[in-house]
């Protein structure tokens, strides 16, 4: 039997299995495409908050990644928690070499606000990591973050992708679920434009929301979808993950990320 499609997250273990590695892992089962993983650190994580990280060496993440693409191959690459400008530049370095897409998720904070990128590591994802991203994927408070832009309504969702883009990826999904009414995404390359919306579902668990929609887009297209069809698939997959999103222990729980798998002819079944 031939392999599936093969997707390498390059990002942080989550232990309570809601976000991170977990759920890249997860996503990509579900979506059917074959997952692999570099580890850039570990947290001790549950529905509560982030109770402790610790960054992996840097000659830990190269070796992972190169076992991994140079044996097996990838045909697409995404990244999530990468902790320190060390660790922002290696991996940068290291998907610039890369013949795949790649999808850039800027994480600088958990869902509980919990801190997961030092801020001496901003301008190297600014300057390194965003130049070879195919498509970057930050939220409201990341465009804030890396940008000075802060996003208050629909309308300003351009100004935020217009800055992110200056930076250098191919693509931005500026995703506005932080702001009220539904949930309303922009996609553009500088040129087309692409809104995407979606419900907004009265469920609390989200937690991972962010790391799965990324690795839904970079599933999708290893899959050999462009980058719009690949983000409105992926967009439709997570809106019903959080619609699925079940409670655990006494915080907030994650998305479902098997929900496609139980109801056929849904996204990614």
Avoid at 106 to 127: E, F, I, M, N, Y
Wanted: proline residues 6%; aromatic residues 2%.
């Amino acid at each position: 039997m031939s392999a599936p499609p093969r997707v390498l997250t390059v990002a942080g273990s989550d232990s309570g299995g809601g976000a991170g590695i977990q759920a890249d892992l997860k996503t990509m089962l579900a979506l059917g495409v074959h997952g692999m993983s570099v580890v850039t650190a570990v947290t001790a994580q549950n529905s509560l908050g982030v109770q402790g990280a610790w960054e992996l060496p840097a000659a830990a993440v190269r070796a992972q990644y190169r076992s991994v693409v140079d044996d097996i191959g990838v045909q697409a690459v995404k990244t999530g928690m990468l902790a320190s400008a060390e660790l922002v530049e290696t991996v940068a370095e290291l998907i610039a070499g890369t013949d795949a897409p790649a999808v850039v998720d800027p994480v600088g904070v958990s869902k509980h606000g919990d801190p997961l990128l030092a801020a001496s590591a901003l301008d190297s994802v600014r300057t390194k990591l965003l130049p070879v991203a195919t498509i970057a994927t930050p939220n409201l408070d990341e465009v804030a973050q890396l940008t000075g832009v802060h996003v208050e309504s629909e309308e300003q969702l351009r100004e935020a992708a217009a800055a992110v883009l200056s930076f250098g990826p191919r693509w931005v999904l500026v995703k506005g679920g932080h702001l009220p009414g539904d949930a309303v995404d922009l996609l553009t390359d500088g040129t087309a434009e692409h809104w995407l919306r979606a419900p907004r579902h009265d469920n609390r668990h989200t937690h991972g929301t962010g790391c799965t929609l990324a690795s839904a887009i970079a599933a999708r297209l290893a899959k050999g979808q462009t980058v719009p069809e690949a983000v409105a698939a992926a967009k439709e997959y997570v809106t019903g993950a959080i619609a699925a999103g079940f409670a655990l222990g006494g915080g907030i729980g994650p998305v479902d990320h098997g929900w496609a798998l139980t109801r056929p002819g849904t996204p990614g079944a």
